[in-house]
């Protein structure tokens, strides 16, 4: 919103122009890839998912066609330059543009804010306001520095130190209280290894899921199709039981369970069947379809 700017070596690197080849070139790709990841995380889980359950072969195979698909539109920018012409020119309009992104980052921060009362309750208030309102300072004061002339270090130096305390306000306080993924449906019953084995013993079949409040994907399925009331319904007239991983806050046993699977994270949707039989893994993208069509 243009309120402060961070310089980073990559950007100072890759903004040399051409005349420093290779290095410019390297350092402006990494630039792209680290600004770009967090915003392509959504759509990488899976590979990402994939590549860290297989061989060393089959991992370096994943990122090497994630680097291709990175890179393709420069690719064929750079085999067929007329194209060029059909791409937006930069000027003006780019800044503004910037200021629009910036809303769907502020709804960003409002869904971490929910992820936060989920995780630590009344808790959270005190790291909102404190952290925020540091956070806040800090950024301001810096971004004053920057259109002073001459710069004054006091604005500077102040603003970063209210950033690094807002980033050292204990994190203790996140883990007092549940995160209450289970309690909002009476029919689900929290997983572990010991109620996985009594569920099968007693000839049901058990459905896994293994979701975290933090997992945008995982809530989404949860919404559009776990709580369709067509998909609750078959649970119940096949008595199946539905058993819920909560990994918000990475427990151990459900990692160790998920590495059991394949899976390095989540969502993850596991099937198992009384007889011994081998598990069923779900798409971490669920339809209602796929959902029915498991279950039979």
Known sequence: MGIFEFNVLLGNLAGKGPRQGW??????????VAVASP???????????AAFALPA????????????????PILILSFFPALLFFLPKPGAWMNTLKKILALPMLLAVGWLAWVLFR??????????FVGGANLAAGLFLYGRSQRTFPPPAGLRWGGLALVLLAVMIPATALKTASTDLVSRHPDRLPWSETEV???????????????AAWCL????????????P???????????AFLVGDWTRRDPAITSAL?????EGVPTYVLLRPGGSAPVLLPEILTPGLVLEGLR
């Open 39 to 49: 915003c392509t995380a959504p759509f990488m889980g899976v590979a990402l998912a």
């Open 230 to 240: 067509e998909i609750q319904a078959a649970f119940r007239e096949k008595n199946i």
């Open 57 to 72: 072969i089959g991992t370096l195979a994943v990122f090497t066609a994630l680097a291709l698909g990175f890179a393709l």
């Open 197 to 211: 084995a009594r569920q099968l013993a007693a000839g049901r079949t058990v459905f896994i899921d293994f979701t």
């Open 23 to 32: 290095t410019a070139s390297f350092a402006s790709g990494l630039l792209a």
């Open 217 to 228: 994907t995982c809530q989404v399925n949860e919404r559009v199709v776990l709580s369709r």
């Open 119 to 128: 995780i630590s309750g009344n808790a959270a208030i005190w790291i909102l």
């Open 259 to 263: 590495r059991k699977y394949g899976r």
